[in-house]
């Protein structure tokens, strides 16, 4: 099992840019999550999918971030326009059943806004 | 809504020595409970999880977790820390119902010194 695969690895890019952040989540996994962390605030829950379905959307920050999931095999995390405060480590996570089963993370995309 | 606490933000243990990272949640009934382990450039991992039955949970790795229903807390143990164990350490609640995902405290950050 390849594991959930997240790409870029690394995002550099400069304020008012289009970011896209990509996720493929575990074959079989039903839930997908994106998760955004900082120092200041931690880990937080942006988005949650189930079944490609969004459920739970009170975490996406403003009208700047946009998250779709057009299939069961992937995920988008969309940023438009970029802003420093932007900065941060994305995770998507994906679980077999509902939200609180075991969460199977990526490696994360490291995006820094200049 | 529900929340975690996570007081230590930086813990060292020598190795060898045993080790506690301490919990503490707010919800009105009984949530699921988690532990994740991060590695410096990695998502997390799973440690161990309850939700029902023996207040004592083992997890991987050498961990155990007890949840003390009076104390609101689910303090993360160890009895003899290795190196490899230095980390980040993340304590996680979800409702007891269906649909919804998990939400992390700040973490806190094991170093195991010599």
């Known amino acids: 099992d390849a594991g959930v695969i997240q790409s870029p690895r690394h995002e550099v890019t400069e304020m008012g840019q289009e970011v896209t952040l990509r996720c493929k989540p575990i074959?079989?996994?039903?839930?997908l999550f994106w998760y955004r962390q900082t120092m200041m605030r931690g880990l937080e829950l942006l988005i949650y999918f189930n079944n490609n379905v969004p459920i739970d959307d009170s975490g996406m920050p403003e009208d700047r971030f946009s998250a779709k999931m057009p299939n069961a095999s992937f995920s988008t995390l969309k940023i438009q326009p970029s802003e420093p405060r932007d900065s941060a480590v994305y995770f998507c996570?994906?679980?077999?059943?509902?939200?609180?089963?075991?969460?199977?993370f990526g490696s994360g995309t490291q995006l820094s806004v200049l | 809504a529900q929340s975690v606490t996570q007081p230590d933000i930086h813990i060292t243990v020598s190795e060898g020595a045993s080790l506690e990272l301490r919990c503490n949640y707010s919800y009105g009934a009984t949530p699921y409970l988690f532990w994740y382990v991060q590695s410096p450039g990695q998502g997390l991992q799973l440690l161990l999880k309850?939700?029902?039955?023996?207040?004592l949970v083992q997890g991987i790795k050498g961990f155990e977790a007890e949840f003390k229903r009076s104390q609101s807390s689910f303090n993360l143990r160890k009895p003899s820390v290795h190196w490899s164990d230095a980390a980040e350490y993340f304590c996680?609640?979800?409702?007891?119902?269906?649909?919804?995902?998990?939400?992390f405290g700040k973490g806190t950050t094991l170093s195991v010194s010599s």
């Open positions: 996680a609640v979800a409702p007891n119902q269906a649909g919804t995902a998990l939400i």
């Open positions: 074959s079989g996994h039903n839930s």
């Open positions: 309850y939700f029902s039955g023996d207040t």
């Open positions: 996570a994906s679980s077999r059943g509902q939200g609180y089963e075991k969460l199977f």
